[in-house]
């Protein structure tokens, strides 16, 4: 398997531009994870999703984030507009929920995760 | 609110040695407790994952315990190499319906060869 898979791995932007994150998760994982990493803050969940339904979105910053995850196969952050402390590595996981609930019990697989830089 | 300390930030050992890393955290309400490696530039890996019954999990050269009550993790790296060159986080997952994996900011660790 190619592991979880997430593009752009750099991206570059100015202030005020709409950025789009991509992510494929691990082929039959039904949980997946969006994170955000700065020196400042650590690792924070974003959000995440359950056999593709928002779960829980109560870490997005602001109204400037979404997400989305139209198939099994494919998730996208976006931020718009974009502003410098966005500024950070976004990680994209995904795991294999047995759980009805959703909850996040098992081990996540990482992706190699997208360094944002706005200017 | 759950809170998850690692200290200290960075830890230089010499290659061989055996080595602890802590990990404490606020509330004891646990789910389960994980340790990843995270490489730099790269995402993280899962190490080991104790669910809140257990008391330790081994793979290899690495052992993790987890005390509940005391609100604290370590995990033990035997024969320490200079491939072990990484950040670990420990991150637990609190009780509750809509706990969320939250993470400690590592601990840098540099095997001297």
């Known amino acids: 398997d190619a592991g979880v898979i997430q593009s752009p791995r750099h991206e570059v932007t100015e202030m005020g531009q709409e950025v789009t994150l991509r992510c494929k998760p691990i082929?039959?994982?039904?949980?997946l994870f969006w994170y955000r990493q700065t020196m400042m803050r650590g690792l924070e969940l974003l959000i995440y999703?359950?056999?593709?339904?928002?779960?829980?979105d109560s870490g997005m910053p602001e109204d400037r984030f979404s997400a989305k995850m139209p198939n099994a196969s494919f998730s996208t952050l976006k931020i718009q507009p974009s502003e410098p402390r966005d500024s950070a590595v976004y990680f994209c996981a995904s795991s294999l929920s047995l759980r009805a609930s959703g909850r996040p019990t098992d081990t996540q697989y990482f992706g190699p995760g997208t360094r944002l830089t706005v200017l | 609110k759950q809170e998850v300390t690692q200290i200290p930030a960075a830890l230089s050992v010499p290659e061989g040695e055996n080595l602890v890393l802590n990990c404490s955290f606020t509330d004891s309400a646990i789910y389960n407790l994980q340790w990843f490696r995270q490489d730099p530039g790269k995402g993280l890996t899962s190490l080991l994952l104790i669910q809140s019954s257990q008391r330790e999990q081994t793979s290899g050269r690495l052992n993790a315990s987890l005390d509940k009550s005391s609100g604290r993790s370590t995990l033990y790296i035997a024969a320490s190499q200079p491939g072990d060159s990484a950040t670990y986080l420990c991150a637990v997952l609190p009780t509750g319906a809509n706990s969320k994996l939250t993470f400690g900011k590592g601990i840098t660790l540099s095997v001297r060869p």
């Open positions: 999703f359950n056999n593709n339904v928002p779960i829980d």
């Open positions: 082929s039959g994982h039904n949980s």
